[in-house]
């Protein structure tokens, strides 16, 4: 298993001035001339996970079991449009899942008609996938290559083609888009 899992969070609100609420309540102040892009990165992290979890424990063990995985960074924070915000993080071992229920359902309780979409992928392509949240409901979908049926993608130095990348980035998509009509599937019989 590789260590490194990349994560990519959008979260979409219902207006600028709820992503302007988020924003605030995570550190993100862009306009602030006065702090580096990392210090800002390092801060929103650390405002986040403080505000998420007030009596967390700097230990391997609360990190698995509350955020789940062995430690995480923010590799960054930004507003991608007026109501919504990207948080791309770096996590060990495992997608963050806990962290996206959690983050979830903080965003499902102060805020209406909020979503949130990630896509993930560990650095050995052990595993790709993507989760969904909107206001009623969630799921994650994990994908695990089999990596004896991709030996067409490989070169004749072994490695890797531009080829594998691509499919797996078209499978990542194809699981963030049945994630995405599972849960509007499922608020479409409400």
């Known amino acids: 298993m590789a260590n490194h899992i990349y994560s990519y969070f959008e ?14 309540w995570i550190g993100l102040d862009p306009k602030n001339e006065n702090i580096t892009w990392g210090e800002r990165i390092e ?41 919504s915000i990207i948080i791309n993080m770096t996590s060990a071992w495992d997608f963050p899942e806990a962290l996206f229920y959690k983050l979830s359902d903080y965003l499902r309780n102060q805020y209406e008609d909020v979503a949130m979409t990630v896509t993930f992928d560990d650095e050995g392509y052990n595993f790709i996938g993507a989760a969904a949240s909107n206001q009623q409901f969630r799921d994650v979908d994990y ?15 072994d490695c890797w083609t531009e080829e594998f990348y691509e499919e797996m980035s078209n499978i990542k998509d194809e699981l963030l888009q049945d994630v995405l009509a599972f849960i509007q599937q499922d608020l479409e019989k409400e």
């Not at 979260?11 to 605030?24: L, Q, Y």
Request: with cysteine; charged share 35%.
């Open 11 to 24: 979260i979409t609100f219902k207006s600028e001035e709820d992503c302007n609420n988020f924003a605030e």
């Open 43 to 83: 801060a929103c992290c650390n405002i986040m996970m403080d505000n998420l979890y007030p009596d967390n424990e700097d230990t391997r063990q609360w990190w698995l079991d509350n955020v789940g995985a062995k430690w995480m960074y923010f590799d960054d924070i930004d507003r991608s449009t007026d109501s």
């Open 143 to 157: 994908f695990h290559p089999d990596f004896d049926e991709l030996d067409e993608y490989k070169d004749e130095d």
